[in-house]
């Protein structure tokens, strides 16, 4: 299997207030605003090197538009156009730049849980505010929690086994970890195309919502600190600094003004093409996603959609 898919490239999400959702992002995640258009505002994270990797779009309602992931340039996009088309599912094709600055050319479709997923490869390469001769580790000034890059994005699905046979099958996805229902079906999925624990993950829920997306740290020392930013800038904390058993990573939750659930995450291990997948089952559910506590809060499961 090659990896014509090679990661999470962009989050679009809905925010009704863009001025305050922007301030946010750039001031407390610390994140860096590279273009903004009529109604929306694009991001990236310091050590990401092409244009963007979250955009804002002004909306009544808060919650996902599109993810998208980064193809590489070759083979030619009519790999997975085919692909999608065989699945029977309709496949809309953008230039290059049509979608909005510094995008490459893209392809688009619904995922069989209704969320729009987007396949773009040539992004403009904007460089990563570093020199690429004798760099230093980071860029000085940096603000807020100031992740190096967009890590993961967790969604919701009536059918997980559909969508995740879905992201397999037809997108060529890994299944690293799934917790198992006692009735045999999926009851959440994590999968990756970049060799790290998950790029994608679904869990149980109605179709279209988002659950969260996630940024790289680069140690739990970073986590601890991003939970002590977030706490002096009033925001509000979902889950407290912890460890999932799934994926083995270190984690903080939380919500940007408007709804959106956040999460910083480090920590996990590296995947091979040929990794078999770990299985939890329903009783150890709570120990799956959050290993100390050992269950999940009645909030960690709200409609984000």
Known sequence: ??????????????????????AYYTEVVGLIEVAHEEGRVFLKCWDEHEHHSVVLRQAPTYGLDHMSFKVAEQPDPDYYTDRVEKAGIAVKRFAKAELGPGWGEAIRFEAPSGHLVELVYGMEKVGNMLPLTNPPPRPANLVGIAPPRLDHIFIMAEDVDGVTAFFRDVLEFRLTEQIIANDGHQLATWLERSHT???IAIVTGPNGALHHFAFWLDDWNAV????????????????????HGVTRGYTVYFFDPVGNRNEVFTGGYWVDPDFEPITWTEEEMGRAMFYYDRQVNERFFTVHS
């Open 1 to 22: 299997m090659s990896d014509r898919i090679l990661r999470l490239q962009h989050v679009e999400v809905r925010v009704p207030d863009l001025e305050l959702c922007t």
């Open 197 to 199: 624990p998950h790029d």
């Open 224 to 243: 601890r600190e991003a939970a002590d930013l977030l706490a002096f800038n009033g925001v509000t904390i979902d889950v407290a600094p912890t460890r």
